[in-house]
């Protein structure tokens, strides 16, 4: 054991269990960010150059929750473990076992939200901006829920927060998803609200959501370095984590949407 290192608290991955069912912190985490995002986006929306109502936004909600959940899901099956969900792939639906990925979920959010905002012919931009500022709130509490679960932690070192994972073995290692909520989730909420409340920035559609895509990617190509890689993945290339590899072409398309809609004058609905 090393002196300098903290014992994981003990904290169990449910919250409680009444026979065979029981209500877990990850499945919290999720009710809490959507319902916190909801309440955020209807705030926001008020100072939206567009002007979307409070039944769209409602409407809306549950577009998002779909996109999220069934993009989640299928983006960990795809990125993650493809072979072992297509030998079975009734495993798939069992989301109350974990297992989501944030680039499957981001897929499935801009495929939802482009289908919302033909339907009901708002700017997709427009709702994308508020849905950067908002999904902060998400990953905050989704790595919160990661580190009580012991699942993506870090690798071995000797600093002084160095956190012992029952589930790691018990060896002094980078509380990751700690890093994780703090950069991704709190900086970036920080640096996208700076930016829609005291700049010009919200009436540039796209900007803020380009802003938050590069911002994430740069966060979590950085973080991955303290990250254990996945075990049944390892290094891409003997270099780079699947994280990583997903989150390159995620900052391109990031930096490349704020430098088109940087300059492009604002159109209406």
């Known amino acids: 054991m090393n002196f300098l290192s903290i014992s994981f608290p003990n904290l169990s991955p449910e919250i409680f269990s009444i026979g065979g069912f029981s209500i ?8 809490v960010s959507i319902l916190m995002g909801w309440k955020y986006v209807s705030i926001i929306s008020k100072n939206s150059p567009a002007i979307i109502s409070k039944k769209n936004i ?16 299928l983006g960990y099956a795809l990125f993650y473990q ?21 680039h499957g979920g981001l897929i499935g959010v801009l495929i939802s939200t482009i289908i919302f905002s033909k339907i009901r012919k708002i700017n997709i ?14 990953l905050f509490f989704g790595r919160v829920a990661n580190f009580i679960n012991q699942e993506l932690w870090g690798k071995v070192t000797s600093v002084p927060w160095a956190v012992e ?14 890093y994780e909520a ?11 609200n700076l930016l829609w409340n005291f700049t ?55 930096l490349l ?8 004058k604002h159109k209406s609905n």
Do not use: C
Request: glycine fraction near 10%.
């Open 200 to 254: 010009t920035l919200r009436y540039k559609p796209g900007v803020i959501t380009g802003i938050f895509v590069s911002g994430y990617s740069i966060f979590r190509i950085f973080i991955e370095i303290f990250r254990e890689p996945d075990s049944h993945l390892g290094y891409v290339f003997y270099i780079f984590s699947m994280g990583q590899i997903l989150s390159i072409p995620l900052l391109i398309f990031g």
């Open 24 to 31: 877990k912190w990850y499945g919290l985490a999720y009710v």
């Open 58 to 73: 409602d409407d809306l909600v549950v577009w998002i929750t779909l996109g999220i959940i069934i993009g989640g899901r």
């Open 165 to 178: 994972f029952p589930l790691g073995g018990y060896l002094p290692r980078h509380p990751s998803q700690i």
């Open 125 to 138: 931009l427009n709702i994308s901006d508020m849905l950067a500022i908002v999904t902060p709130i998400g």
């Open 182 to 192: 703090l950069l991704e989730g709190i900086v970036l909420f920080l640096i996208l």
């Open 82 to 102: 493809p072979m072992e969900y297509l030998q079975n792939p009734i495993k798939i639906v069992e989301i109350w076992n974990g297992g989501m990925s944030f």
């Open 257 to 264: 949407l704020v430098i088109i809609n940087f300059h492009r």
